[in-house]
């Protein structure tokens, strides 16, 4: 559905995408999952035909990014990171406004949005710029939607939602997923990483891997241990002086910790087990 | 079709904006009603100071003809011309007339005596109009006091032509018309599309199939729509106010109005271009109209400017249209008569409109 080869683009001095490759089959979800200024959106922007590569190719359902991007415009749908749509015009006007756009009407395509729309449409008649946060999303999700795009590409969605709003908002994905929709999402959270069938994981404009989140977790190399003290930054600084600690973090309540070797020493006050990887245990591990 | 969707939408975003609706609401009325009586030349009021070193009954009959005019306020009477620079300095007085000893001698005698005006040019204008009216009631006095001798004098009398009462109002309203035009047609749709980039709207339209033209257009025809709606209502408060009608046709006024709104508008579109916020297009903007209303003739006119202003005003579509609206308001000039107007106005519309064709990055 989505192919990206090579892709490569700076601004001046900074190069924001480095020879970017992967591909992404049809009716799946695809996750970038990067901190900010790993790259996610300008690759974004070349992939919705609003910006040219420096090389490389793309291709979205086949059409090429650069020569078929009219035809691009017609089946893709995109939701910018920053809210955009019209904050002086209402729900419904939003909506209408973009399903004229693409030559449609909100009744043709209603069941594809219903879902989503209907938790906002009790809203419908108020401006799009008082809206809260969790309901713009809602919105923009429904006007990107309205022309029933193959795929749909939507950047940092979840950034500034609510938990509960998120975890919606993922299962709203699913949903899509079903009717056959390419889903491309990029995150800045780790957690979310597991929601999607595969994902790519992007920093400095290089992708460190890419791969469903199971392959990639097994892929772990090194066994990882979860040590637990009463403080934890005076633990840290303590085990980053021990030469048997090969890699060590904070993570959550307490610290993740690989040994070298796998030769685990005993620390006095401090509890030690076993624990299995995650996605963010994985990207730092890539980031090294 | 699309395009009737795309207007919809503008006209109910400007008519959301409670700032924009106040603005082309009250800019026309403010422009029609108040600048009319404030962009006005015409100088009264001028606080005068006398130097009498005759003490004659001529030169006290001067002295009471000058205020008599209407122009002047005779606000003192020194005894030396030192004392009266005095005044002009505490900027008590504006101008200094001096009348020479054996004033009255000499013209009884019939012979020829000379005054001496001093005007305060801090102000050049003023000093300019002073200096002018004093010799003009000078020359009537001295035509008075030689057709009571029975002496030939040449008496004139200027025939101001299409504006016979130098009317400074009849002549500064088809100007302000164009003004308005150049901030309704010039500015606001361009801050409106650079607005749309800022809020990051465009963003959102650039990824739909809508063509980019198609949408320039709706920004650009809610606007030439008011501008010449505007036009409109000035008109007629143009003639209800002030009586002032213009003397050519009407089709001739629009046909030209139209010219100078494409103009202006393409010229907004070009700088919309090349800003990235609203700020940087309102200050560009602002730069060059404040530059083309300077140099456009509307306050001063071209024919006293530098030689080399002078060749730049050549691309001043400002200055084309309002040559035009002038014409076609107080002489009834016709098409026929504007055709080199009509020719540069359409040369540099031509211009504008391909240079922002050109710099609207296509994709």
Same mark, same amino acid.
């Given at each position: ?36 200024? =790993? ?9 919705? %035909? ?21 035809? *691009? ?32 009407? *909100? ?45 749909? &590409?939507?950047?940092?969605? %979840? ?22 929709? %390419? ?6 959270? &780790?957690?979310? =990483? ?7 994981? &992007? ?86 | ?30 422009? &029609? ?29 001067? =002295? ?60 050049? %204008? ?66 409106? *599309? ?10 959102? *339209? ?13 920004k650009l025809i809610p606007y030439w729509m008011i501008g010449l709606f505007i036009l409109t209502v000035c008109f007629g408060l143009a003639a209800l106010i002030y009586g002032l009608i213009p003397a050519g046709s009407f089709f001739t006024i629009y046909l030209f109005a139209i010219l100078f709104i494409i103009t202006y508008s393409a010229f907004g579109l070009v700088i919309s271009n090349y800003s990235a916020t609203m700020q940087q297009a309102m200050f560009v903007m602002f730069f060059f109209t404040i530059v083309m209303l300077l140099m456009c003739g509307t306050f001063t006119p071209i024919k006293s400017m530098p030689h080399w202003a002078q060749t730049i005003t050549y691309a001043n579509p400002l200055r084309y249209f309002i040559e035009a609206m002038r014409a076609i308001y107080l002489k009834g000039s016709g098409f026929t008569d504007l055709h080199t107007q009509f020719l540069v106005l359409t040369g540099i519309a031509g211009l504008f409109s391909l240079w922002a064709v050109l710099s609207y990055k296509k994709r």
């Amino acid at each position: 559905m989505i192919t990206v080869e090579n892709l490569t683009k700076s601004y001046g001095e900074v190069e924001a995408l480095k020879d970017i490759s992967f591909h992404i089959d049809a009716g799946k979800i695809f996750g970038i999952i990067g901190p900010d200024g =790993a790259g996610k959106t300008t690759l974004f922007r070349i992939l919705t %035909t609003l910006m040219m590569a420096d090389s490389g190719q793309a291709t979205v359902d086949g059409l090429d990014v650069v020569k078929d991007f009219a035809r *691009i415009r017609h089946c893709i749908g995109y939701m910018p990171g920053r809210f955009s749509l019209y904050q002086d015009l209402t729900v419904e006007e939003n909506l209408h406004f973009y399903a004229s756009v693409f030559n449609t009407s *909100i009744k043709e395509n209603y069941y594809l949005v219903q879902d989503i729309y209907k938790q906002i449409e009790p809203f419908k008649k108020r401006r799009a710029g008082d809206l809260s946060g969790g309901m713009k999303q809602k919105l923009a999700l429904s006007c990107a939607l309205i022309h029933r795009p193959k795929a749909l &590409m939507l950047d940092e969605p %979840t950034t500034g939602v609510d938990p509960v709003s998120r975890k919606e908002f993922w299962s709203m994905l699913q949903r899509l997923k079903e009717q056959g929709i %390419t889903i491309l999402v990029s995150t800045p959270y &780790m957690d979310e =990483a597991t929601k999607c069938d595969h994902i790519a994981l &992007m920093q400095k404009g290089r992708l460190l891997s890419v791969d469903t989140p199971e392959r990639i977790v097994a892929a772990y190399p090194d066994v990882l241990y979860a040590v637990t003290g009463d403080n934890n930054y005076r633990l840290l600084c303590k085990l980053k002086e021990n030469k048997e600690v090969k890699m060590c973090y904070i993570s959550g309540e307490s610290l993740r910790v690989i040994f070298h070797k796998n030769n685990v020493p005993a620390i006095e006050g401090v509890e030690i087990r076993q624990v299995a990887p995650t996605i963010e245990d994985c990207f730092i591990q890539l980031m090294q | 079709m699309l395009l009737r969707y795309l207007l919809e939408k503008e006209f109910k975003q400007i008519r959301r904006n409670p700032f924009l609706l106040r603005l082309i609401v009250a800019y026309p009325i403010l422009v &029609m009603l108040v600048f009319p009586w404030v962009a006005n030349l015409e100088v009264k009021d001028i606080n005068l100071c006398i130097v009498d070193n005759d003490h004659s009954s001529y030169s006290l009959r001067l =002295a009471e003809q000058i205020p008599a005019s209407g122009y002047f306020h005779l606000a003192a009477v020194a005894l030396t011309y030192d004392k009266a620079i005095e005044y002009i300095k505490q900027n008590k007085s504006d101008v200094i007339l001096e009348i020479p000893m054996d004033f009255e001698k000499a013209l009884m005698r019939g012979e020829s005596t000379t005054v001496m005006i001093s005007p305060n040019s801090v102000n050049g %204008t003023k000093g300019l109009f002073a200096a002018n009216y004093l010799t003009q009631i000078l020359s009537d006095f001295s035509v008075d006091i030689s057709e009571k001798q029975l002496q030939g004098a040449i008496e004139i009398i200027p025939q101001y032509r299409y504006n016979p009462y130098l009317n400074y109002k009849t002549f500064i309203i088809p100007a302000l018309m164009v003004i308005l035009l150049t901030v309704i047609c010039g500015f606001l749709p361009a801050l409106n *599309i650079v607005g749309e980039k800022e809020k990051g709207t465009i963003e959102q *339209i650039n990824v739909t199939p809508l063509k980019k033209s198609l949408f320039i257009l709706s920004k650009l025809i809610p606007y030439w729509m008011i501008g010449l709606f505007i036009l409109t209502v000035c008109f007629g408060l143009a003639a209800l106010i002030y009586g002032l009608i213009p003397a050519g046709s009407f089709f001739t006024i629009y046909l030209f109005a139209i010219l100078f709104i494409i103009t202006y508008s393409a010229f907004g579109l070009v700088i919309s271009n090349y800003s990235a916020t609203m700020q940087q297009a309102m200050f560009v903007m602002f730069f060059f109209t404040i530059v083309m209303l300077l140099m456009c003739g509307t306050f001063t006119p071209i024919k006293s400017m530098p030689h080399w202003a002078q060749t730049i005003t050549y691309a001043n579509p400002l200055r084309y249209f309002i040559e035009a609206m002038r014409a076609i308001y107080l002489k009834g000039s016709g098409f026929t008569d504007l055709h080199t107007q009509f020719l540069v106005l359409t040369g540099i519309a031509g211009l504008f409109s391909l240079w922002a064709v050109l710099s609207y990055k296509k994709r």
